[in-house]
């Protein structure tokens, strides 16, 4: 079923599954959000009393999430021009769609990969923004 990629310098996963999964010359990274490496706040979220996200500062996390991608792709032996499909996950895409597409323009042009985003009403964490991303691979582990 292909190898699993576990990076030491990847947030945790929440759950049981690697960071990555490399099947032939694909590598599948399951979901990726902003939260930091080693633990800690996502940057620029305030939580209620309840623990609900009251605010959160949504380019703040679109840079971290793009940061902890990099450091997969490259713990698997790929890079940044590797990507080809990402699906982004939102939690306002009425709000944050925008500032996205305009952040996203500073890490790819329209030679970039393939991309869907799509609106959740909440993700497993207290994040805004969750990627799934599909590299190709042309080194040998």
């Known amino acids: ?9 990847a947030p945790a996963a929440v759950g049981a599954y690697p960071h990555a999964r490399r099947h032939g010359n ?3 990274l399951s979901g990726l959000g902003p939260r ?3 633990g800690g706040p996502v940057a620029g979220v305030v939580l209620d009393d309840e623990g609900e996200v009251a605010s959160y500062d949504f380019a703040a996390q679109v840079h971290a999430v793009f940061k902890n991608v990099r450091i997969v792709l490259e713990d698997a032996g790929a890079d940044w021009s590797d990507l080809l499909d990402i699906t982004v996950y939102l939690i306002d895409i009425k709000k944050d769609f ?3 597409n305009h952040l996203y323009a500073d890490y790819f ?3 970039g990969p393939c991309r869907t985003t799509v609106e959740v009403n909440r993700l497993p964490t207290p994040i ?10 042309h080194k040998t582990p």
């Open 109 to 111: 042009d329209l030679q």
């Open 98 to 100: 925008s500032t996205f």
């Open 128 to 137: 805004a923004i969750e990627l799934k991303c599909i590299a190709a691979l």
């Open 26 to 28: 694909l590598l599948f």
């Open 36 to 38: 930091p490496p080693g």
């Open 1 to 9: 079923m292909g190898d699993s990629i576990s990076s030491q310098r």
